[in-house]
């Protein structure tokens, strides 16, 4: 089943922070964060297994809560090139090779 | 890194045709992922090969096949195509499917 994300759609300005929220119905083992520019690829920001730690990459990170079935995605102080669509992606087993991915959050940074 | 390669980017097909989309993996990486994504929509997952060997597949009819070759490079192969198949096709690679994905930048399929 597809993870839930939330919020849709975010708009900040330049320097405000956010949190993007995954949330499975399912237990989970592990939780991919990427990010998507429009007509790009979407590029790994960061994977947390279970065990609840959370993870840092520049101003971006994130952290896990397995008995929640839930990861956080933390943007501080955030930049234009943070703009974008954030997809959770969750693997159910010790084998992450299917990725379950969620709807998106579209997050819009503004000068 | 060279990344991952896919071609074509862009196709046009008719309903009921085959077409064959390739992908080349990141140096390095020993399996590969493939990934339908709507308009709006996140991936969906197709199906993952390691090691030459089909590695598990999501909810897609046997119509979508696909191999892996020996240099890790990969195909999707969709016959009797719909419609309903014009999509972007992502192909991800990783060292074991245990750590992030590179994807590609992937190939817009659409069916006429």
Redesign the interface.
Known sequence: Q?PVQSPQAVILREGEDAVINCSSSKALYSV?W?RQKHG????????LLKGGEQKGHEKISASFNEKKQQSSLYLTASQLSYSGTY?C?TGASG??????????TTLQVKP | ETG?TQSPTHLIKTRGQQVTLRCSSQSGHN?V?W?QQAL??????IF?Y?REEE??R?NFPPRFSGLQFPNYSSELNVNALELDDSALY?C?SSLA??????????TRLTVV
Do not use: C, D, R
């Open positions: 597809q991919h990427y790009e690829a979407p590029v790994f920001l960061m994977i997809f992606g084998n992450t090779g299917k990725l379950i991915f969620g709807q998106g | 991952v399996t992922s990934y709006g929509q996140g991936p969906q997952f993952q390691y590695n598990g999501g992502l991800a499917g245990v750590y992030g994905y590179t994807f590609g930048s992937g």
